[in-house]
């Protein structure tokens, strides 16, 4: 089984290279995030043979996922804050498994009610994972978390030390998930630096690899025992036009 996730930096601008990977690696389940909008083009997924549920929000934002078997919808918004309205968080069941797919909130500028925001997501995020992961279920958190884990996994500490990706409040929250039961799938197979999910579409950054890995998959004990490997496929960011995300892939038993 093959789960892939991929931020696409608006999928109206990037709908064909989408369903070029969709036909070239066949995955089980693709969550896309960043849609940037509140009309979701499901026919498109649907010829390809894939189900589909998506929450949108106009311009900014919003999360979909495809998946080649029907699968029940469970969330479509992160639990604890009713006055949440933005479109970053889908729950579903498929089959024994749950799937999370996350837009975790970026949170620039630093000190901003934008940073507070994101603190405070991640807080319930971590609320949510606990409750999912109770009686051993198997549960697969995947998406863009917005967040550099540690130092090896930004080509530069320097360049990232004041963004909000790379403070240590949000780095705390991460490792707290990891504390919680959790483990990062790509470090699971993947060690050292270099590795990275987005580059930054100025000074030739991709061509120098002077990337970040912010796209993550969390997994539960129980998932843990099921997956075989997870990769991420930089190809895609080479292409004309690209997002500035690469799809990272999750292949389990």
């Known amino acids: 089984m093959l789960i892939a996730s991929w931020n696409v930096n608006s999928l109206k601008s990037r709908l064909p290279h989408v369903l070029d990977w969709l036909r070239a690696h066949e995955p089980d389940v693709l969550m896309l995030q960043e849609l940037k909008s509140l009309d979701f083009p499901a ?3 649907e010829a390809l043979g894939y189900h589909c549920a998506a929450v949108g929000q106009k311009t900014w934002n919003g999360v979909a996922i495809v998946a080649r078997e029907p699968f029940d919808v469970k969330a479509t918004a992160l639990p604890g804050d009713s006055n949440d309205k933005q479109a970053r968080y889908l729950e579903i069941a498929l089959g024994d498994l749950t799937i999370v797919n996350i837009y975790l909130p970026n949170g620039n500028p630093v000190g901003s009610p934008k940073f507070d925001y994101k603190l405070a997501w991640m807080d319930r995020l971590k609320k949510r994972m606990s409750a999912l992961k109770r009686n051993g279920k198997a549960v697969v958190i995947g998406g863009d978390y917005n967040v550099i884990p540690e130092d090896i996994d930004c080509f530069s500490t320097r360049f990232w030390k004041d963004d909000a990706l790379f403070q240590p409040e ?11 039961g959790y483990t990062d799938a790509f470090r699971k197979f993947n060690e050292g630096p270099g590795h990275y999910t987005f580059w930054k579409y100025y000074r030739n950054q991709f061509s120098k690899n002077q990337g970040i890995r912010i796209d993550h998959f969390l997994v539960s004990p129980a998932a843990l025992k099921r997956i075989t ?4 496929d930089v190809q895609p960011r080479g292409l004309s036009k690209p997002s500035d995300h690469a799809p990272i892939i999750l292949a389990m038993r």
Do not use: I, K, S
């Not at 490997?229 to 991420?232: F, I, L, R, T």
């Open 170 to 180: 949000p780095r705390a929250r991460f490792r707290g998930y990891l504390e919680n």
């Open 43 to 45: 026919a498109e997924f």
């Open 229 to 232: 490997g997870c990769a991420v």
